[in-house]
């Protein structure tokens, strides 16, 4: 078999997600949505995330110090997660709603703010 010479089989390992105060962004990722920490060096902090690494960083200049794209974890059961984040502190945008009725399932998302105030959400496909 040949190696693809293009991304065409790669898959996503890291994603970064800006941040000013790194000592809340990690504890917010840790103790609130209780992700598994792997490591913290300086102005980075990683965590695992389903097998993709989630890199948490200071931005090096103004150029990049910007807000990060819309992260959607997807989740079993949304209310019971909804439920168990807004416990410990998670600020939700609004609860649980439906977006689209597919054939066999309905996409339910809700959107919520990290500790950097970036734009995160859950998403779930509810059977029928």
């Keep these: ?59 090096e200049s103004p150029e990049f110090d910007h807000p990060s794209s819309v992260l959607y974890f997807s989740v079993g059961d949304i209310q019971a997660v909804f439920t168990n984040l807004s416990g410990r502190g998670v600020r939700f945008e609004g609860p649980p709603h439906l977006i689209a009725k597919m054939d066999t399932y309905d996409l339910w998302m809700a959107f919520f703010r990290d500790s950097e105030n970036n734009l995160l959400s859950l998403m779930s496909n509810v059977a029928r």
């Excluded at 970064?16 to 990690?26: C, G, K």
């Excluded at 840790?30 to 695992?48: A, R, Y």
């Design 1 to 59: 078999m040949l190696a693809a010479t293009d991304l065409s089989q790669a898959r996503i390992g890291q994603i970064s997600i800006n941040v000013h105060d790194l000592e809340r962004a990690v504890a917010f990722y840790k103790e609130k949505l209780n992700l598994k920490h792997l490591f913290t060096v300086p102005k980075m902090g990683f965590f695992d995330c389903g097998g993709i690494r989630l890199m948490l960083a200071v931005p």
